[in-house]
């Protein structure tokens, strides 16, 4: 999510169906915070080689929708909200696509449906940060693709966030089990890209 991720569809058109009306949901709620046009692109892309998707911070759907389109036929896709009132309203934006289920819960309720081909860790640091990140052996398939997404740019290194070293970034960057790449998507906007590492274990990777 983006703080004026919604404010940024004003005026583009051309977008998937699916995608407005989750913009057009979001509008009516006064929810700012959605995925943005760059980064809804980067994921509709990714969500074409997947069968299994999984999104934390659902929000009104914005992100998941940009998933939905890109998804090829038979994919499945498990987003999580921790809002009851914008899960309530994602579930309604999804209510004609059965491929699509929306979770009201704490981010770790998408453990339960892993592990997944793609995976995007969205919303505010859910699983993104802190003391027990998510764990890409527990929820990536192997080969399986990691989105860490709204970042601003680095422009040094090691990058940096408030004033020190961005600890958040740097265990993704560095994880032993993921090959891990930032994206720049504007000037203001980075995604970090991460896949996992065939043959890689739990073991293999200190854990």
Known sequence: MSIDGTAAYAGLTGLPPLVERAVRVARQAGFAPSCRPEQGRLLYALAGGAETIGETGTGCGVGLAWLASGAGPGARLVSVERDERLASLAAQVFADHPQVSVIHGD???????????????????????????????????????????????????????????????MHWLGHPGLDAVELRLAPDLAALVATRRFGDTPGAAGR
């Open 107 to 169: 981010w770790r309720e998408i453990c339960r449906d892993g592990p997944y081909d793609l995976l995007v860790l969205d919303g505010g640091g859910q699983g993104k940060s802190g003391e027990r990140p998510a764990d890409p052996h527990r929820l990536l398939t192997p080969g399986g693709t990691l989105v860490i997404d709204d970042l601003t740019p680095a422009r040094h290194w090691p990058p940096r966030f408030g004033g020190a070293v961005d600890q958040a970034r």
